[in-house]
């Protein structure tokens, strides 16, 4: 099994003002394997959001490692990790944040735009011609093709998490985490969501992770890590 993410004695401490101690994780080791949707399930405060924070370099642990692909990067400068997290990554939470005044194509141009994504074979910036292909495939892939010219108030709740994982995943990431990507939905969609993270992994040989706390959402995983009190159990 290839790993993509690897958490190594991952602890995650916070100190109060009096001295005491909180472990939102305590010695969390885990393997994301590659090309798979992983899901980190557990209730509010189990440490799965913490975990997905630190395993994308949202936030730092207190003690531990992760290495992507066997290399680490806890220990990369800022500037190394936000080039890592405009490069490597997507992102994908439960608020959307979609731009209200450009519409859904504009919105998933925007973030190509910004990733500084080059084309993989010339190693030189996409024409115009090649960002617009890339744009209205991935916009293709989530299903959105016909309403790719409406502005995010114009779509659901559904439509717009979808243009939300187009975004994330335009810049051909290696990783795409999601927190709570299905949390403000009702079941049946975010039952699709999930579905169309797993179409999307095989079209794009991308590895997704994914919190939940949604039971009916479980046995769509790849593989399923369940927390509990800061540790995988």
């Known amino acids: 099994m290839e790993v993509a993410i690897k958490g190594k004695d991952i602890v995650k401490e916070y100190r109060s003002g009096d001295g005491d101690s909180f472990f939102a994780l305590n010695g969390v080791n885990i393997e994301i394997p590659k090309g798979k949707l992983a899901i980190l399930k557990g209730r509010s405060g189990s440490g799965k959001t913490t975990l997905l924070n630190i395993l994308s370099t949202l936030d730092v642990p207190t003690k531990g490692e992760v290495l992507l692909e066997g290399e680490s990067i806890v220990g990369l400068s800022e500037k190394d990790k936000e080039r890592l997290r405009r490069l490597s990554f997507g992102y994908v939470f439960q608020a ?26 010339k190693k030189e910036e996409l024409t115009k ?105």
Do not use: C, W
């Not at 005044?101 to 080059?118: C, D, H, P, R, T």
């Open 96 to 121: 959307v944040a979609l731009i209200p005044v450009m519409n859904a194509y504009e919105n998933v141009e925007f973030a190509l735009k910004l990733s500084g994504y080059k084309n993989p074979d």
């Open 129 to 233: 011609t090649e960002k617009d292909e890339r744009v209205k495939r991935v916009l293709s892939l989530v299903g959105m093709e016909e309403r790719m010219k409406h502005f995010p108030g114009q779509l659901s709740g559904g439509e717009q998490q979808r243009v939300a994982i187009a975004r994330a995943m335009v810049h051909k990431p290696r990783v795409i985490f999601a927190d709570e990507p299905t949390g403000a939905l009702d079941t049946d969609m975010g039952i699709r969501v999930v579905k169309l993270f797993k179409s999307i992994i095989k079209e794009e040989q991308v590895t997704i992770v994914m919190t939940t706390h949604d039971p009916g959402l479980m046995e769509l995983g790849d593989v399923v890590f369940e927390m509990e009190d800061g540790r995988i159990r």
